[in-house]
Protein backbone atom coordinates (compact mmCIF):
# COMPACT_ATOMS: atom_id res chain seq x y z
CA UNK A 1 0.00 0.00 0.00
CA UNK A 2 1.38 3.45 -0.95
CA UNK A 3 2.07 5.53 1.79
CA UNK A 4 1.78 9.35 2.86
CA UNK A 5 3.94 12.23 2.53
CA UNK A 6 5.26 11.67 5.75
CA UNK A 7 6.45 8.16 5.43
CA UNK A 8 7.89 8.92 2.69
CA UNK A 9 10.20 11.49 3.87
CA UNK A 10 11.28 8.94 6.06
CA UNK A 11 12.28 6.81 3.08
CA UNK A 12 13.60 9.71 1.18
CA UNK A 13 15.95 11.14 3.48
CA UNK A 14 19.44 11.36 1.89
CA UNK A 15 18.25 9.19 -0.71
CA UNK A 16 17.06 10.96 -3.84
CA UNK A 17 18.79 12.75 -6.80
CA UNK A 18 17.03 13.99 -9.29
CA UNK A 19 15.70 11.41 -11.59
CA UNK A 20 15.66 10.31 -15.16
CA UNK A 21 12.48 9.44 -17.20
CA UNK A 22 12.69 6.05 -18.55
CA UNK A 23 11.91 6.29 -22.61
CA UNK A 24 9.99 2.99 -22.67
CA UNK A 25 6.14 2.47 -21.06
CA UNK A 26 6.96 -0.97 -19.56
CA UNK A 27 6.23 -1.32 -15.80
CA UNK A 28 9.07 -3.77 -15.17
CA UNK A 29 11.54 -3.70 -12.47
CA UNK A 30 14.76 -1.16 -13.44
CA UNK A 31 17.78 -2.31 -13.69
CA UNK A 32 20.21 -0.50 -11.60
CA UNK A 33 22.03 2.54 -13.03
CA UNK A 34 25.12 5.08 -12.45
CA UNK A 35 21.99 7.22 -10.92
CA UNK A 36 20.70 6.74 -6.87
CA UNK A 37 17.37 6.17 -8.45
CA UNK A 38 15.50 4.99 -11.68
CA UNK A 39 12.20 5.55 -12.97
CA UNK A 40 10.83 2.70 -14.09
CA UNK A 41 7.32 3.29 -14.99
CA UNK A 42 5.20 6.47 -15.94
CA UNK A 43 1.51 7.62 -16.71
CA UNK A 44 0.57 9.44 -19.80
CA UNK A 45 -3.01 8.73 -19.36
CA UNK A 46 -5.65 11.43 -20.54
CA UNK A 47 -7.03 12.79 -17.25
CA UNK A 48 -10.67 11.24 -16.41
CA UNK A 49 -13.66 13.48 -16.75
CA UNK A 50 -11.71 16.45 -18.58
CA UNK A 51 -13.64 19.70 -18.36
CA UNK A 52 -14.92 19.13 -15.11
CA UNK A 53 -17.91 16.82 -14.28
CA UNK A 54 -19.80 18.96 -12.11
CA UNK A 55 -18.35 19.77 -8.70
CA UNK A 56 -19.02 23.31 -7.41
CA UNK A 57 -16.08 25.46 -6.25
CA UNK A 58 -17.20 26.57 -2.58
CA UNK A 59 -16.48 30.17 -2.99
CA UNK A 60 -17.62 31.18 -6.46
CA UNK A 61 -19.92 28.34 -7.50
CA UNK A 62 -18.52 27.69 -10.75
CA UNK A 63 -17.62 23.92 -12.08
CA UNK A 64 -14.31 22.54 -10.89
CA UNK A 65 -12.45 20.25 -12.76
CA UNK A 66 -9.07 18.39 -10.65
CA UNK A 67 -7.14 17.44 -13.57
CA UNK A 68 -4.77 19.15 -15.97
CA UNK A 69 -6.60 22.32 -17.43
CA UNK A 70 -5.82 20.94 -20.97
CA UNK A 71 -7.74 17.38 -20.59
CA UNK A 72 -4.28 15.72 -20.20
CA UNK A 73 -2.52 14.33 -17.01
CA UNK A 74 0.57 14.45 -16.03
CA UNK A 75 2.18 11.14 -15.89
CA UNK A 76 2.44 9.58 -11.80
CA UNK A 77 6.31 8.07 -12.27
CA UNK A 78 7.54 5.04 -9.56
CA UNK A 79 11.23 5.17 -8.74
CA UNK A 80 12.71 1.96 -7.48
CA UNK A 81 15.43 3.39 -4.14
CA UNK A 82 18.54 2.11 -4.81
CA UNK A 83 20.10 1.97 -2.47
CA UNK A 84 17.20 0.45 -0.52
CA UNK A 85 15.37 2.22 2.53
CA UNK A 86 16.41 0.97 5.73
CA UNK A 87 14.59 -2.59 7.26
CA UNK A 88 12.70 -0.42 9.67
CA UNK A 89 11.23 1.58 6.86
CA UNK A 90 7.30 1.78 6.68
CA UNK A 91 7.48 1.28 3.14
CA UNK A 92 8.93 -2.27 3.28
CA UNK A 93 5.23 -3.16 4.75
CA UNK A 94 6.94 -6.04 6.91
CA UNK A 95 8.69 -7.74 4.07
CA UNK A 96 12.90 -7.49 3.68
CA UNK A 97 15.05 -7.32 0.63
CA UNK A 98 14.86 -11.01 -0.12
CA UNK A 99 10.96 -10.64 -0.82
CA UNK A 100 11.44 -7.62 -3.30
CA UNK A 101 11.81 -3.71 -3.52
CA UNK A 102 10.58 -0.59 -2.57
CA UNK A 103 9.44 2.11 -5.22
CA UNK A 104 8.73 5.75 -4.38
CA UNK A 105 5.42 7.26 -6.52
CA UNK A 106 5.18 11.16 -7.30
CA UNK A 107 1.68 11.97 -8.73
CA UNK A 108 1.92 15.92 -9.86
CA UNK A 109 -1.58 16.42 -10.57
CA UNK A 110 -2.58 16.18 -6.62
CA UNK A 111 1.01 16.76 -5.51
CA UNK A 112 0.90 12.99 -4.11
CA UNK A 113 4.27 11.54 -2.85
CA UNK A 114 4.03 8.01 -1.64
CA UNK A 115 5.79 4.72 -1.61
CA UNK A 116 4.77 1.11 -2.49
CA UNK A 117 6.77 -2.50 -2.44
CA UNK A 118 6.82 -4.78 -4.88
CA UNK A 119 7.81 -8.15 -4.71
CA UNK A 120 10.29 -10.55 -6.44
CA UNK A 121 8.46 -11.85 -9.45
CA UNK A 122 5.96 -9.03 -10.00
CA UNK A 123 6.28 -7.14 -13.39
CA UNK A 124 6.94 -3.57 -10.57
CA UNK A 125 4.42 -1.12 -10.26
CA UNK A 126 1.16 -1.40 -13.21
CA UNK A 127 2.08 1.45 -16.35
CA UNK A 128 0.25 2.90 -16.92
CA UNK A 129 -1.41 4.17 -14.30
CA UNK A 130 -2.85 7.54 -12.92
CA UNK A 131 -3.34 8.76 -10.21
CA UNK A 132 -5.72 6.91 -7.66
CA UNK A 133 -6.35 10.42 -5.77
CA UNK A 134 -7.67 11.60 -8.67
CA UNK A 135 -9.94 9.58 -9.54
CA UNK A 136 -11.19 9.75 -6.39
CA UNK A 137 -11.95 13.13 -6.80
CA UNK A 138 -13.58 12.41 -10.02
CA UNK A 139 -15.98 10.29 -8.08
CA UNK A 140 -16.89 12.96 -5.10
CA UNK A 141 -17.57 14.91 -8.44
CA UNK A 142 -20.16 12.62 -9.27
CA UNK A 143 -21.96 12.89 -5.63
CA UNK A 144 -22.85 16.29 -7.12
CA UNK A 145 -22.33 17.25 -3.36
CA UNK A 146 -23.99 20.81 -2.00
CA UNK A 147 -23.76 23.43 0.69
CA UNK A 148 -25.87 22.71 4.05
CA UNK A 149 -29.69 22.22 4.25
CA UNK A 150 -30.00 24.87 6.83
CA UNK A 151 -33.40 24.54 9.19
CA UNK A 152 -32.34 26.73 11.55
CA UNK A 153 -32.32 29.41 11.68
CA UNK A 154 -35.27 29.64 10.00
CA UNK A 155 -35.02 32.02 6.73
CA UNK A 156 -38.70 33.94 7.48
CA UNK A 157 -37.69 33.35 11.45
CA UNK A 158 -37.42 36.56 13.74
CA UNK A 159 -35.08 36.18 16.43
CA UNK A 160 -34.23 38.36 19.68
CA UNK A 161 -30.80 39.76 20.97
CA UNK A 162 -29.53 37.89 23.69
CA UNK A 163 -31.78 34.53 23.61
CA UNK A 164 -30.21 31.55 22.92
CA UNK A 165 -30.56 30.28 18.84
CA UNK A 166 -30.13 26.59 17.97
CA UNK A 167 -28.61 25.90 14.92
CA UNK A 168 -29.14 22.99 12.83
CA UNK A 169 -29.37 21.34 9.06
CA UNK A 170 -31.08 18.99 7.74
CA UNK A 171 -29.03 15.34 6.60
CA UNK A 172 -29.36 13.86 3.06
CA UNK A 173 -26.80 12.50 0.99
CA UNK A 174 -26.02 15.48 -0.64
CA UNK A 175 -26.38 17.60 2.16
CA UNK A 176 -24.68 15.96 4.55
CA UNK A 177 -23.57 12.26 3.88
CA UNK A 178 -22.87 9.76 4.08
CA UNK A 179 -22.18 9.53 0.43
CA UNK A 180 -20.56 6.95 -1.56
CA UNK A 181 -19.25 6.33 -5.63
CA UNK A 182 -16.92 4.86 -7.61
CA UNK A 183 -14.43 5.79 -10.90
CA UNK A 184 -12.54 4.32 -12.99
CA UNK A 185 -10.10 5.57 -15.03
CA UNK A 186 -6.37 4.57 -16.52
CA UNK A 187 -7.03 1.00 -15.71
CA UNK A 188 -7.84 2.52 -12.08
CA UNK A 189 -11.14 2.03 -10.02
CA UNK A 190 -11.41 4.15 -6.79
CA UNK A 191 -14.39 4.13 -4.31
CA UNK A 192 -14.74 7.46 -2.40
CA UNK A 193 -16.92 7.74 0.26
CA UNK A 194 -17.61 11.58 1.82
CA UNK A 195 -19.35 12.52 4.79
CA UNK A 196 -19.49 16.47 6.42
CA UNK A 197 -16.87 15.92 9.57
CA UNK A 198 -17.77 19.55 10.49
CA UNK A 199 -20.07 23.17 9.82
CA UNK A 200 -18.38 26.09 10.31
CA UNK A 201 -21.35 28.99 10.86
CA UNK A 202 -20.23 32.61 10.05
CA UNK A 203 -23.20 34.02 11.68
CA UNK A 204 -22.50 37.85 10.48
CA UNK A 205 -21.78 39.57 13.26
CA UNK A 206 -18.34 38.78 13.48
CA UNK A 207 -18.05 35.38 15.05
CA UNK A 208 -18.02 32.04 13.92
CA UNK A 209 -19.35 28.69 15.35
CA UNK A 210 -17.77 25.78 14.60
CA UNK A 211 -19.86 22.36 15.23
CA UNK A 212 -19.01 18.81 14.47
CA UNK A 213 -21.96 17.45 13.61
CA UNK A 214 -25.56 18.68 12.13
CA UNK A 215 -26.93 20.14 15.58
CA UNK A 216 -29.88 19.65 17.57
CA UNK A 217 -33.52 20.67 16.92
CA UNK A 218 -34.80 23.28 18.97
CA UNK A 219 -37.71 21.93 21.21
CA UNK A 220 -40.16 23.77 23.55
CA UNK A 221 -39.63 22.02 25.89
CA UNK A 222 -36.02 23.18 26.35
CA UNK A 223 -37.02 26.74 26.91
CA UNK A 224 -34.20 29.33 27.26
CA UNK A 225 -31.45 26.41 26.95
CA UNK A 226 -28.46 26.78 25.03
CA UNK A 227 -27.97 24.23 22.40
CA UNK A 228 -26.07 20.89 24.11
CA UNK A 229 -23.61 21.40 20.78
CA UNK A 230 -24.19 24.07 18.01
CA UNK A 231 -26.05 27.42 19.20
CA UNK A 232 -25.34 31.39 19.59
CA UNK A 233 -26.16 34.29 20.94
CA UNK A 234 -26.68 37.71 19.16
CA UNK A 235 -25.49 40.27 20.78
CA UNK A 236 -26.93 43.58 19.01
CA UNK A 237 -29.90 43.40 16.38
CA UNK A 238 -29.43 42.96 12.68
CA UNK A 239 -31.10 46.51 11.69
CA UNK A 240 -28.24 48.33 11.12
CA UNK A 241 -27.36 45.49 8.69
CA UNK A 242 -28.14 45.87 4.59
CA UNK A 243 -31.41 44.49 4.50
CA UNK A 244 -32.28 44.54 8.03
CA UNK A 245 -30.79 40.86 8.30
CA UNK A 246 -27.56 39.79 9.10
CA UNK A 247 -25.80 37.87 6.52
CA UNK A 248 -24.35 34.52 7.04
CA UNK A 249 -23.05 31.63 5.68
CA UNK A 250 -23.01 27.81 6.85
CA UNK A 251 -19.72 26.19 4.96
CA UNK A 252 -19.08 21.98 5.88
CA UNK A 253 -16.08 20.62 5.14
CA UNK A 254 -17.00 17.08 3.63
CA UNK A 255 -14.01 14.38 4.40
CA UNK A 256 -13.66 11.82 1.93
CA UNK A 257 -11.82 8.78 2.33
CA UNK A 258 -11.23 6.32 -0.92
CA UNK A 259 -9.40 2.93 -1.68
CA UNK A 260 -8.52 1.87 -4.97
CA UNK A 261 -8.26 -2.17 -3.62
CA UNK A 262 -6.63 -3.37 -6.78
CA UNK A 263 -3.26 -1.25 -5.90
CA UNK A 264 -3.48 -1.82 -2.34
CA UNK A 265 -4.27 2.22 -1.87
CA UNK A 266 -6.50 4.72 -0.10
CA UNK A 267 -6.17 8.01 1.26
CA UNK A 268 -7.86 10.93 2.37
CA UNK A 269 -8.83 14.17 1.93
CA UNK A 270 -11.44 17.35 2.53
CA UNK A 271 -13.98 18.72 0.17
CA UNK A 272 -15.53 22.17 1.11
CA UNK A 273 -19.36 23.27 0.34
CA UNK A 274 -21.05 26.70 1.46
CA UNK A 275 -24.78 27.75 1.83
CA UNK A 276 -25.58 31.38 2.60
CA UNK A 277 -28.34 32.45 4.71
CA UNK A 278 -29.85 35.45 6.59
CA UNK A 279 -31.05 35.68 10.46
CA UNK A 280 -33.78 38.84 11.59
CA UNK A 281 -31.92 39.53 14.82
CA UNK A 282 -34.65 42.28 17.10
CA UNK A 283 -34.78 43.97 20.52
CA UNK A 284 -37.80 43.30 22.45
CA UNK A 285 -39.36 46.38 23.48
CA UNK A 286 -40.79 47.01 26.42
CA UNK A 287 -43.59 48.48 27.41
CA UNK A 288 -44.28 50.32 31.00
Not at 13 to 23: E, K, M, R, T
Not at 83 to 104: R, S
Not at 240 to 251: E, F
Not at 254 to 260: D, G, I, N, P
Amino acid sequence: MLKRAAAAAVVLAGVLVPAAQADGTGGGICAGSDMDVTVCASDNTTAPGSGGSGGKDAATGTSASHGNAGGTAKPCTYTKLDPPPPPENLGWEGHTAKDGAVYQVECPDTGRVGVVFVANGATGPAAPTIDPELVARRAVDSMKLVGPDVASPRAGGRYVVGMPMWMWVEKSPTTFGPNTASAAAGGVTVTARAEVSSIAWTMGDGTTVTCSGPGTPYDASQGKAMSPDCGHRYKGPSTTQNGGKYAATATATWTVKWQAAALGDGGEFTAVRQTPFTVDVREVQVLN
